[in-house]
């Protein structure tokens, strides 16, 4: 039998741990060592990811800078927060799938800790919990025309009664690091996207979309000069009157001056209105306003093109 000297066996554990020095923080064979965070779940939050200018609804004075990433292979949501008035506040947000919960711990300057925690639905993001002061508070995170609005409100007595606590939009930054020429083209873009958008929810009669982008003193000019404004609008599509087997817009032309976007191009409409049939090929005009709570399209025209 084959003996250790005490000598032997200290040489042979020192040697162990040279080549080995941490084996316990090296993961078992066939187990990733981090989670890779690529499930939808992880990025439905991911629509706040930006650099941000921010707004408050009815103010057209920027009140804060916001930057959001993702961080940790895509797993955290860090928000670094800087308002014009030395108010800085950071928050860390991750989705928690042992729970299916979003969590959210925001932090300020000021000392101010808070812990909320929601899910997502219909495509928004609802958070609540309670502040330091113990009040109940809900905050509601939407995606708006390649913009986020941010809603906050607070309750003193238990949920019966709710009060605004904050409006928010968080917009593209157009600060001087970010050259002109690129967040004009990111606008028309933006312009673009949105007036698709816009034709498709008239082709499908949906009002809800219709509603969000038209600006409530929305007109359209016809090339009779007959002339319809927002309700008069959806109240048409509310009827289902009409129909549309084509509603599609080519030679697209989006110009920007400002805050104020010019689309133009060829449409054509084919469908079914009061059980006729009809045909029309149009030249419009389409004008729409950048605004605190996003791009809003404000003013139609469109002049028939004959065949």
Known sequence: MRTFS???AIFLVLAWCLFDPMPSLTAPAGQPSVIACTEAPYHAFDFWIGDWDV???????????????????????????????GYEGQSFTIYDNSRNVWHQTWVT????????????????????????????????????NGEVHEVAVKSSDGGNTWQPW??????????????????????KQTVAALDAEYQEAVKQNDVQTMD???????????SSGKTYNKVELIEEAK?????????????KTVR???????????LWEKGVQDGKPFEYKLWFSDIYRRTASGWRYVFGQSAYRPN
């Open 239 to 251: 009827s289902g009157r009409i129909t549309y087997e084509h509603q599609e817009d080519t030679d």
């Open 55 to 85: 707004f408050e609804i009815g103010n057209s004075a920027k009140v804060a800078h916001a930057r959001i990433d993702s961080i940790l292979n895509g797993c955290v949501l860090r928000e670094d927060y800087r308002a014009n008035n």
């Open 166 to 187: 904050f409006d928010i939009m968080f917009q593209s930054h157009r600060g001087t690091d970010k050259p002109s020429g690129d967040a004009d083209e990111d606008a």
């Open 6 to 8: 005490l000598r032997t």
């Open 109 to 144: 300057t000021q000392g101010t800790l808070l812990e909320i925690e929601g899910k997502t639905e219909n495509r928004r993001i609802v958070l609540s919990g309670r502040n330091q002061k113990g009040e109940m508070v809900r905050g509601t995170w939407e995606p708006v």
């Open 212 to 222: 969000r982008i038209l600006s409530d003193d929305f007109v359209l000019v016809t």
């Open 256 to 266: 920007l001056w400002g805050d104020t976007a010019v689309v133009t191009a060829n």
